[in-house]
């Protein structure tokens, strides 16, 4: 066997490259949406040819987050972590730590970081604008303040992820000259899309722009879609103009190259949600690790039962009956047809997204 065989054998291990970067998508039940986040990780490999790009889903599509975390951590000497998700709820403070600690366990001659979300900033911000802008113009350039702008995104039964949408919703009326800029949620939270525009339309508003909180296409932008056609039959007095999801904006590749960059420098991000969470930590010294003990009533409330105690409790709703393990059958950013109440620590989302 020459030198060259012996290079490609397979009982030969392959020599550890330096820095796997692993996005980390939501995935959808909605192939189009997960398709648009394969088309995004080619994009930003052809922008970054000299990085490692790798990519998983945390459900609905291949490949798993789990089992790709674990190749990446096999396979180098240091894997970047890096959520493509929107705010912070279950996944992103639970779901995607849980996962990192289980590959450090397992493979811990490898360096693991765990890069922040996207999060409610001045880049997702500049999105919202350009966007409201672009109605603005579809819509003829009518009087702002008779124009009523809805952001409509994903419900959480965590208040910390609905909170990141209200802030961006009262970011966006402080830098223009709309007077009514409102807050609504496909599921799980209140108030939903039709109470607002019924409230705007009472207010006065002749013109109304419903703006998606949302990366991806997926069964909740098509459910967006038919809502939007519901209500222009039912206020034929007013314009509707629905925007479309974020998708490939600019500003989403610069925050991606920002939280790589700064795991390499070794920047402290405040805005990291759980990775090395109190509540996570107290819980190994128990000698509980942190694995979810659900139990299900299918069709009717149940709770999940979690080993250590923790401070808040939510509940959110469901479409469908499922068991609850890591590969279901159900999005976690929306509605499922019964509800359930969730008591444990770091509030899971009962949600999309896609997300």
């Not at 959520?83 to 995607?96: D, R, S, T």
Request: with cysteine; glycine share 8%; hydrophobic share 35%.
């Amino acid at each position: 066997m020459n030198a060259a065989t012996m290079m490609h054998s397979p009982l030969t291990p392959m020599p550890a490259i330096g820095d796997t970067i692993l996005i980390v998508g939501h995935g959808s039940r909605e192939d189009s949406g997960n398709q648009e986040i394969r088309d995004f990780t080619e994009q930003w490999r052809a922008q970054r040819p000299d990085w490692r790009i790798e990519l998983c889903f945390i459900e609905f599509a291949p490949p798993e987050m789990n089992a790709a975390l674990l190749a990446a951590a096999r396979s180098s000497r240091r894997v970047l972590v890096v959520p493509l998700i929107l705010n912070a709820a279950g996944h992103v403070k639970m779901e995607i730590p849980e996962a990192v600690e289980g590959a450090r366990a397992a493979c811990p001659n490898t360096e693991i970081l765990l890069a922040p979300h996207l999060t409610a900033c001045d880049p997702i911000l500049a999105i919202l604008k350009r966007r409201l802008r672009k109605a603005m113009n579809a819509l003829d350039m009518p009087d702002p303040t008779t124009t009523g702008v809805v952001v409509l995104g994903r419900g959480s039964s965590d208040r910390g992820a609905n909170g990141e949408m209200a802030k961006m919703t009262r970011w966006l009326q402080e830098e223009g000259d709309h007077e009514l800029v409102d807050l609504a949620f496909t599921g799980i939270t209140w108030p939903r899309l039709e109470k607002v525009v019924q409230r705007q339309v009472l207010l006065g508003m002749r013109q109304v722009v419903v703006l998606p909180y949302y990366l991806y296409t997926g069964t909740l932008m098509q459910r967006i879609g038919r809502q939007v056609e519901h209500l222009r039959s039912q206020y034929p007095q007013v314009r509707f103009f629905c925007g479309t999801h974020f998708g490939f904006e600019k500003e989403v590749f610069a925050l991606m190259d920002e939280r790589v960059d700064n795991l390499r420098a070794g920047v402290a991000d405040s805005r990291l949600p759980c990775d090395g969470c109190s509540y996570r930590e107290l819980a190994h010294e128990m000698g509980h690790g942190h694995s979810h003990a659900h139990t299900h009533d299918h069709g009717s409330a149940h709770a999940h039962e979690h080993p250590h105690p923790h401070p808040h409790e939510h509940a959110h709703e469901h479409d469908h009956a499922h068991a609850h393990g890591h590969d279901h059958g159900h999005e976690h950013h929306h509605d499922h047809g019964h509800d359930h109440a969730h008591e444990h620590g770091h509030a899971h989302p009962a949600t999309e997204q896609p997300a």
